[in-house]
């Protein structure tokens, strides 16, 4: 199971509205206080109770999307599975049930032949009749159990796969919460993966100065010592419903980082005008 994380992002943009809060006025170019988080954090978990067979990777390591992470053991569910899948692929029943069919068949008409001649009762006839309807509805009956069969294959199969805990996203271990031979319950945390490239500014931006802001408009974004640099992001989304306490939108920008600089920084965001804007203020 992936629980995605919502908290981090939550908290930073809280964090950052108390800041502008305090702050007061926001003239145009005024710079807003952030705080990075990643663009991706997941905890994963297993649906289903089981001891740690073995982990493949180690804190902060780089892993891939459709990575298997950690292994439950399932030595004793691949033996049920070998079983069922006999199961599944045996045809014997369904083949019983056909021979017995024709047989019947085969009886009744012979049966039906030999009435005409008055070799055979009436009563004769309907219970050879009646066999070949039971051995029709025996045949049904195999089928339907035949194809259950496979449905508790593909069923088993699926449950085996959960045993094994693998990445949704390309990212980096942040967390691991258990060890090997340790035994874990359903739906606890395993493992937390987080992807910080990009990285995503959950920016708390003043109501009076979002009418002009676009998805896909640029925004420079200051960050602090050591470093103070300055890198340009893209706006990714608006919201659609003010903060009320703090009379602002969230507004949140997506960082390129190849440089893999950690999610949590204090930055400063500075939104530049668009095209429009700019042509609208030449004029």
């Given at each position: 199971m992936v629980v995605?994380?919502?908290?981090?992002?939550?908290?930073?943009w809280v964090i950052s509205s108390v800041l502008l809060a305090a702050s007061g006025t926001v003239s145009p170019d005024t710079q807003i206080a952030a705080i990075t988080v990643p663009s991706a954090d997941v905890m994963l978990s297993f649906v289903q109770p089981g001891r740690i067979a073995k982990i493949h990777f180690k804190e902060g390591e780089t892993v891939r999307a459709g990575d298997a992470l950690v292994q439950l053991d399932d030595a004793a569910d691949q033996i049920r599975l070998a079983q069922l899948r006999a199961e599944s692929e045996n045809l014997t029943h369904i083949q019983a049930a056909e021979a017995s069919l024709a047989q019947k068949r085969v009886d009744l008409k012979k049966i039906q032949t030999a009435a005409e001649r008055n070799a055979?009762?009436?009563?004769?006839?309907e219970h050879a009749k009646l066999d070949v309807r039971i051995a029709d509805l025996s045949l049904k009956v195999a089928i339907f159990e035949h194809e259950q069969a496979q449905r508790k294959y593909e069923e088993a199969k699926i449950l085996i796969d959960n045993m094994s805990l693998k990445s949704p996203i390309d990212g980096s271990i942040?967390?691991?919460?258990?060890?090997?031979?340790e035994s874990v319950n359903a739906l606890g945390d395993v493992v937390r993966v987080v992807q910080i490239d990009p990285l995503w500014i959950e920016v708390p931006v003043p109501l009076?100065?979002?009418?002009?802001?676009?998805r896909g408009?640029?925004?420079?974004?200051?960050?602090?010592?050591?470093?103070?640099?300055?890198?340009?992001g893209t706006i990714v989304f608006i919201g659609a419903?003010?903060?009320?306490?703090?009379?602002?939108?969230r507004v949140r920008v997506e960082l390129p980082n190849k440089s893999n600089r950690p999610a949590g920084e204090h930055v400063r965001v500075t939104f530049e005008p668009s095209q429009n804007n700019r042509e609208e203020a030449k004029r």
């Open positions: 995605t994380s919502a908290s981090t992002y939550v908290c930073s055979a009762t009436e009563l004769e006839v942040e967390k691991i919460d258990v060890e090997t031979g009076t100065k979002t009418t002009n802001l676009r408009n640029t925004a420079r974004v200051d960050f602090q010592d050591p470093d103070k640099i300055s890198v340009d419903v003010a903060d009320a306490a703090s009379d602002t939108l």
